[in-house]
């Protein structure tokens, strides 16, 4: 499984590799351009990711105009629906217009931050990323 970490905190992205480097070969973003840089990449490529830890609040470009970007490339690449790649937001924002925001953009997941592992393999279970067993 291939998984792309977007995080500009350095604390957080090596917390949320260190989660899932047992699952996934873990690529890394910092800001919502190079998120789309390497995405655009990667289905070019025709290897695409399978799990998108996006967090919201970052420089240049927030989690929420990167997903938006995320999923019009994926319809210019004619991915539709449950074949795009499954967006988890890994973010300090637990208010209602984020959250809503992020599920009507198209992500799969919503964490807020501190992200915990057991959380984290929960939802990855939950959209068929890891077996049940592997989660426990």
Avoid: W
């Amino acid at each position: 499984m291939k998984c792309l970490i977007v995080e500009d905190d350095f604390a957080a992205r090596r917390l949320l590799q260190r989660y899932l480097s047992s699952h996934c070969d873990c690529d890394i973003a910092v800001d919502g351009n190079e998120a789309i840089e390497a995405f655009r990449q990667a289905t070019d490529e025709k290897e695409p990711y399978d799990l998108i830890c996006l967090d919201i609040m970052m420089p240049n470009m927030n989690g929420h105009e990167a997903l938006k970007a995320i999923r019009q490339i994926e319809s210019e690449h004619g991915i539709n629906g449950l074949d795009g790649v499954k967006v988890i937001m890994t973010t300090a924002l637990g208010d209602p217009k984020n959250i809503m925001g992020a599920f009507r953009e198209g992500c799969e997941a919503y964490i807020v931050k501190p992200v915990e592992k057991d959380k984290l393999l929960e939802e990855m279970e939950k959209l068929g990323l890891v077996e049940p067993e592997v989660s426990k």
